[in-house]
């Protein structure tokens, strides 16, 4: 059982994560393809942290957030493999398209990404749905 404070946070999450996915998507739009892979990946990452969030678990590390879901949520079968891959890759693209020197995003990686985003970020919503309606996974 969740407690009311587990869903409200889990929902906040999700609702900053949703807001991400609509920033990639507009800035995608507006060819600002650095910035749509970064709001792609915060939108898969505050997905993450809205399951983590209904199971009263958080991380200072992005590492730490990645961590845990691969092994509560991918390792267990809760989810396919496929969402494993997706935060793999938005991961290693915001970091080279933050961080490197020179890399220049192209525009197949990026439309890759948002979309893949959307996708992980559907799954999530759904798990989330059911978890909170049912009261339990």
């Given at each position: 059982?969740y407690?009311?404070e587990?869903?409200?946070l889990?929902?906040?999450?999700?609702?900053?994560a949703?807001?991400?996915?609509k920033?990639?998507?507009?800035?995608?739009?507006?060819?600002l393809?650095?910035?749509?892979?970064?709001?792609?990946?915060y939108?898969i990452?505050?997905?993450?942290?809205a399951?983590?969030?209904?199971?009263?678990?958080?991380?200072r590390k992005?590492?730490?957030v990645?961590?845990c879901?691969?092994r509560?949520?991918?390792?267990?079968g809760?989810?396919e493999k496929?969402l494993s891959?997706i935060?793999?890759?938005?991961?290693?693209?915001?970091?080279e398209s933050?961080y490197?020197d020179f890399?220049?995003?192209s525009?197949?990686?990026?439309?890759q990404q948002?979309?893949e985003?959307?996708?992980?970020?559907?799954?999530?919503?759904a798990?989330l749905?059911?978890?909170?309606?049912?009261?339990?996974?």
């Open positions: 059982m407690s009311e587990q869903k409200e889990s929902r906040y999450r999700l609702s900053k949703e807001g991400y996915l920033d990639a998507q507009a800035t995608f739009a507006m060819g393809y650095d910035t749509a892979a970064n709001r792609s990946y939108a990452f505050h997905a993450m942290r399951l983590l969030a209904l199971e009263g678990k958080d991380f992005h590492s730490g990645i961590s879901f691969q509560d949520y991918i390792k267990t809760i989810f496929s891959d935060v793999k890759s938005a991961f290693a693209l915001r970091t933050d490197e890399y220049v995003i525009l197949e990686e990026v439309a948002v979309t985003a959307a996708v992980f970020l559907n799954e999530v919503k798990y749905s059911r978890c909170i309606s049912n009261g339990s996974p």
